[in-house]
Each structure stands twice: as structure tokens, then as C-alpha cells.
């Protein structure tokens, strides 16, 4: 099945299954999505659609083997992952549900400068400026 065909990583795959609501991945900071390997559990045909503000897509995904999907998207605060597919399943599957395995999911936090940082950064700018305009003759 996916469940051990999708996993990339080993011990941190995660798996978000039957017929639960989409999972959402926010943050209060921006990051950026970079990209995860998607798989689909039991069911043969599955879709994987993906949504962040105005940027989606939709993604096949097979239970045989791993999905890499890059995105690169920036400046993210809040990802839905949405499963749906076909009524075949896996055949010792009790269950068809859209069980979504995820897996090395790569996300870039972006960091901020504090404004402690930004304003002594300015002070030493002025400092500079004042600096040279003394030794520049009138």
C-alpha cells in the first residue's frame, strides 16, 4: 500500500486519512512552500489539490510510489491539502477513503529583521553621511 510505498523518510510521513476535513498548514510569519512527496494509501487514481491565497494545483498521485510536487510558492501563511479520487481501492483496504501520505515536506522560513536591528543600522547610515559631508571642503 502507500502507507509504506509513499514514505520517504521513514518516521516522519505524514498521513492525513479517512475522510477527515482538508489539512491546513498556516503560519503567522510567511514561509515559503517549497515542495513534499505526495502519495495516496489505497486508492487508485487520487488526486491531490493544493491551495495557498491565488495559487493552486492539482496533483495525480498513485499508491506505487512517491509524487515529488515543487511549488516554490513565497510568502505563504496558510496551505490546504484537499484529497479526493476514485472508488477503487487498494484490495486489502477496509476503507476507501483518500488517505493522503505526505512526506519531506521543505519549507523555508523567511526571517525577519527586528526593528532594534533596522534602526541601529540606520543610525550608523546617518553616522556615515555625516561623517563625510565634515571632510568634504566647502
Same mark, same amino acid.
Given at each position: 500500500?502507500?502507507? #509504506?510505498?509513499? $514514505?520517504?523518510?521513514?518516521?516522519? /510521513? /505524514?498521513?492525513?486519512?479517512?475522510?477527515?476535513?482538508?489539512?491546513?498548514?498556516?503560519?503567522?510569519?510567511?514561509?515559503?512552500?517549497?515542495?513534499? !512527496?505526495?502519495?495516496?494509501?489505497?486508492? #487508485?487514481?487520487?488526486?491531490?489539490? %493544493?491551495?495557498?491565497? +491565488?495559487?493552486? %494545483?492539482?496533483?495525480?498521485? +498513485?499508491? @506505487?510510489?512517491? $509524487?515529488y510536487?515543487?511549488?516554490?510558492?513565497?510568502?505563504? $501563511?496558510?496551505?490546504?491539502?484537499? /484529497?479526493?479520487?476514485? *472508488?477503487?481501492? !487498494?484490495?486489502?483496504?477496509?476503507?476507501c477513503?483518500? $488517505?493522503? #501520505?505526505? *512526506?519531506?515536506?521543505?519549507?523555508? @522560513?523567511? +526571517?525577519?529583521?527586528? =526593528?532594534?536591528?533596522?534602526?541601529?543600522?540606520? %543610525?550608523?547610515?546617518?553616522?556615515? /553621511?555625516?561623517?563625510r &559631508? &565634515? &571632510?568634504? =571642503?566647502?
Amino acid at each position: 500500500s502507500g502507507m #509504506v510505498n509513499g $514514505t520517504v523518510s521513514g518516521e516522519y /510521513a /505524514a498521513f492525513a486519512s479517512y475522510g477527515n476535513p482538508p489539512n491546513v498548514i498556516s503560519s503567522e510569519t510567511p514561509f515559503d512552500l517549497v515542495g513534499m !512527496y505526495l502519495t495516496s494509501a489505497f486508492t #487508485v487514481g487520487m488526486n491531490v489539490s %493544493i491551495y495557498s491565497g +491565488s495559487q493552486s %494545483i492539482s496533483v495525480p498521485v +498513485s499508491f @506505487h510510489t512517491p $509524487t515529488y510536487v515543487e511549488l516554490n510558492w513565497l510568502d505563504v $501563511t496558510s496551505v490546504v491539502f484537499s /484529497a479526493t479520487g476514485s *472508488d477503487w481501492c !487498494y484490495p486489502t483496504s477496509y476503507s476507501c477513503q483518500q $488517505t493522503l #501520505v505526505m *512526506d519531506s515536506l521543505v519549507i523555508d @522560513h523567511r +526571517s525577519v529583521p527586528e =526593528p532594534g536591528t533596522l534602526a541601529l543600522f540606520g %543610525i550608523g547610515l546617518l553616522g556615515m /553621511a555625516s561623517a563625510r &559631508r &565634515r &571632510r568634504q =571642503p566647502s
